[in-house]
């Protein structure tokens, strides 16, 4: 019988903390995709791509000041990990021109403080929201990690409390001329979801009910979006008809 040496042990030992280490990296890594959605002033939606994440160097501003007098930036590079919120939002900066420039200070010990993302910049009692998969966020971006098919979003809100985010329900296709049920339910800042009455739909014969239904008839492939007054628009739902999809 082979006699088992003190180093096997260990050798099992150093393998299983290999693979612990190289699955941490991996989901640390770059490479994965998530959801990045940023809708700015005036509900202007700036961004709704899926972006590949991946570690991203931007440079902080000395007029990011939203926080208050003195609280700009430094005007140096900081690097800004993949898989954060913060991160994801880096790297679509680079990819779409709306969201340039990214307006962040390094002022703050808590993290990288973010004021403005192209033209949309917080002023006076207006900040950014930041969400994942519908709920709110307790950190700050730079630190809020995400992982692979997350939503991210942000939003410009105006004030406090902070606006319901709307998310809405659609079938993939759809007959033309032929009418069809559509839901629309409102996230709330803790992340709890009901259904959301007069929203407006497109397409649709009338805003939602209080069961936050309503029809929509097609004539052609159209994205959806739902919008209400005071509250974060739907992601653009695309609807295909007769065979052809949305660009």
Partial sequence: ????????????????????LAFVASADGAGFKANLRVVGAGG??????????ADTSVKT????????????GSGKSVTI??????????????LFAPLRPLSISDHFDFGLALCGVGSSVAKGKASWYLKINHKPVQVGGDSAV??????????????????????????????AGTPFTVRVLAYNEKG???PAAGVRVTGASAPTGADGRTTVTLSK???????????IPS???????GGKCPK
């Fill in 146 to 175: 995400i992982h692979p098919g997350d939503e991210v979003l942000w939003d410009l809100a105006p004030s406090f409390p902070y606006p319901e985010e709307l998310v809405l329900s659609a079938p993939n296709s759809a007959k």
């Fill in 1 to 20: 019988m082979p006699r088992i040496t003190p180093f096997r042990p260990a050798a099992v030992c150093l393998l299983a903390l290999l693979l612990t």
């Fill in 44 to 53: 202007k939606v700036l961004a709704e791509k899926d972006v590949a994440t």
């Fill in 235 to 241: 992601a653009r739902g695309p609807v295909c008809v």
């Fill in 192 to 194: 709890k979801s009901k």
């Fill in 221 to 231: 492939p159209a994205k959806l979006i739902a919008r209400a007054s005071g509250e």
């Fill in 61 to 72: 501003s000395p007029k990011a000041t939203c926080f208050g007098a003195g609280t700009g």
């Fill in 81 to 94: 990990k993949g898989n954060t919120a913060m991160g994801l939002l880096a790297r679509g900066s680079k």
